[in-house]
């Protein structure tokens, strides 16, 4: 039986179902970056290097405590996934209640810590002396949002997983809109309101999310959508919110040791001074651009997969695999070209100081070239992650960043002398976390435990007929 609302991504074309689901999220993703395209031209034209270096010591922060959010939702989305797929629908309305209260209660907690540890982060992180204080001020009001963010992520992450993507479509684009409209009124003190300079950019983040996630979940209890949050039934929160805390915590652990290394590598840029620190942003602007449709996809092909095994449709992880390194790998190698070929002339769009731009343009010749490489690594870690295997692909980037990216960029700095060195070390750590991807995707081991408990139809998988040929034990 089909339930009546969300997408069935267990039968039908796997390149149509992947290009339809995905789409709508790419539009988000550019829609977000676009934002922040906006914020960081407002901030870097019109309010300085120091601001923009200012908020780019401060973003790294920011993105452990989101990384921790979207890395438990990465669970909640699975669960919803299969069992969408395998349509148990009273299973599936215990994973919403049992990840609400999770959420929220984590998003609270860590806004709490945020507030009170800002400044001894900012400071274990070099800041240069120069902008501390006013990074200090912009994280701290930027951190009131998390809780608003983390149940946007949430609804986000059901939502997909019952194959809707183009509802969170809609709202995050009136949230950018809004957000974009107020920016400029915060930062200059337009319409009589105070002039909040580079802190207006983080009130404005703080009351578009409220609104945001307001007028979402207003909208998903009036059409009475089943993932619709509501007061959650207790008695079924522990097992659940055990099984998504299994799933959930290598995700979140993987998200936060990158954000944490960008942490640790945003203190080896800021080592080098405020115009190093400042080209690693704009440079990492370009970056945001590239990594989108590999992440957009990674989400798609994790959904889809997950549907399907939940089906027992075990067979279609093939097509998943194909069509998710054609279409990710492809978009992301035609950005790789224009971020190699013209770095200048996109790095000039957010700053003009040319002391600013000669690093960043070494930055695009160097990490810019091994974009597609990102790409064909979520491809891989979508479909290990969709099967439930979280915490394989944490390893992963465990040995990725913390044995290659994080040492490799604090030698090779020093001893070349040049922030150079962390650009080399970042396209280095791309190489081998998709040699170990790949290669336990094509060792069969992520189907072990399917084998063992197949989802909701047909016996269990032969890797065979995931992987087009036969496949033996590692």
């Known amino acids: 039986m089909k339930p009546n609302f969300g997408r069935d991504l267990?039968?039908?074309?796997?390149?149509?179902?992947?290009?339809?689901?995905?789409?709508?999220?790419?539009?988000?993703?550019?829609?977000?970056?676009?934002?922040?395209?906006?914020?960081?031209?407002?901030?870097?034209?019109?309010?300085?290097?120091?601001?923009?270096?200012?908020?780019?010591?401060?973003?790294?922060?920011?993105?452990?405590?989101?990384?921790?959010?979207?890395?438990?939702t990465?669970?909640?989305?699975?669960?919803?996934s299969r069992n969408y797929g395998a349509r148990n629908m009273d299973e599936l309305r215990k994973v919403v209640d049992s990840s609400t209260v999770l959420m929220y209660a984590l998003g609270l907690a860590l806004t709490v810590l945020g507030e009170l540890f800002a400044p001894?982060?900012?400071?274990?992180?070099?800041?240069?002396?120069?902008?501390?204080?006013?990074?200090?001020?912009?994280?701290?009001?930027?951190?009131?949002?998390?809780?608003?963010?983390?149940?946007?992520?949430?609804?986000?992450?059901?939502?997909?997983g019952v194959g809707d993507s183009k509802t969170p479509l809609y709202f995050q684009f009136g949230s950018v809109l809004f957000?974009?409209?107020?920016?400029?009124?915060?930062?200059?003190?337009?319409?009589?309101?105070?002039?909040?300079?580079?802190?207006?950019?983080?009130?404005?983040?703080?009351?578009?999310?409220?609104v945001a996630l307001t007028a979402l979940i207003s909208f998903l209890r009036w059409k009475k959508v089943p993932i619709a949050p509501s007061w959650p039934r207790l008695s079924h929160l522990g097992p659940v919110t055990r099984q998504t805390l299994r799933i959930g915590l290598p995700s979140a652990v993987?998200?936060?040791?990158?954000?944490?290394?960008?942490?640790l590598v945003t203190g080896l840029v800021n080592g080098f001074g405020e115009v190093a620190?400042?080209?690693?942003?704009?440079?990492?602007?370009?970056?945001?651009?590239?990594?989108m449709p590999a992440m957009t996809f990674g989400m798609a092909i994790s959904t889809i997969t997950a549907q399907n095994l939940g089906a027992g449709h075990h067979h279609r992880v093939r097509e998943v695999f194909f069509w998710g390194c054609l279409f990710s790998g492809g978009i992301t190698l035609v950005i790789s070209a224009l971020a190699v070929a013209f770095p200048e002339t996109l790095l000039r769009i957010f700053v003009s100081d040319p002391a600013v731009i000669a690093p960043g343009v070494s930055y695009l010749h160097i990490v810019g070239s091994t974009y597609v490489l990102f790409a064909l690594i979520f491809v891989s870690n979508g479909i290990?992650?969709?099967?439930?295997?979280?915490?394989?692909?944490?390893?992963?980037?465990?040995?990725?960043?913390?044995?290659?990216?994080?040492?490799?960029?604090?030698?090779?700095?020093?001893?070349?002398?040049?922030?150079?060195?962390?650009?080399?070390?970042i396209s280095l750590s791309f190489v081998v976390s998709l040699i170990v991807s790949m290669a336990y995707y094509a060792s069969g081991r992520w189907m072990r435990s399917l084998a063992k408990k197949p989802a909701g139809g047909p016996g269990a998988p032969n890797p065979a007929e995931i992987f087009g040929h036969e496949t033996g034990e590692a």
Do not use: C
């Open 277 to 291: 620190t400042a080209s690693f942003g704009a440079a990492s602007r370009i970056d945001q651009i590239a990594f």
């Open 120 to 160: 001894t982060i900012l400071r274990a992180m070099d800041t240069p002396p120069q902008v501390f204080d006013e990074s200090v001020s912009y994280l701290r009001i930027f951190l009131l949002s998390l809780p608003f963010s983390f149940g946007l992520f949430l609804l986000r992450s059901m939502l997909q």
């Open 74 to 80: 990465l669970a909640t989305n699975i669960l919803v």
């Open 10 to 72: 267990t039968t039908g074309s796997i390149p149509r179902h992947m290009v339809a689901f995905s789409i709508p999220m790419l539009i988000g993703s550019f829609l977000q970056t676009a934002y922040s395209f906006i914020n960081a031209i407002w901030v870097g034209k019109f309010l300085g290097h120091e601001a923009l270096a200012a908020v780019t010591v401060s973003f790294p922060v920011i993105f452990v405590l989101f990384a921790i959010g979207m890395g438990l």
């Open 179 to 210: 957000t974009t409209a107020l920016d400029p009124v915060l930062i200059f003190g337009w319409m009589g309101l105070p002039k909040l300079g580079l802190n207006g950019t983080a009130w404005a983040t703080l009351i578009s999310q409220a």
């Open 254 to 263: 993987q998200q936060s040791l990158v954000s944490i290394g960008m942490v």
């Open 384 to 425: 290990i992650n969709g099967a439930g295997h979280t915490l394989t692909t944490t390893v992963f980037t465990l040995i990725s960043l913390w044995v290659v990216r994080v040492p490799v960029a604090w030698w090779l700095s020093r001893r070349m002398g040049s922030v150079t060195g962390v650009w080399y070390a």
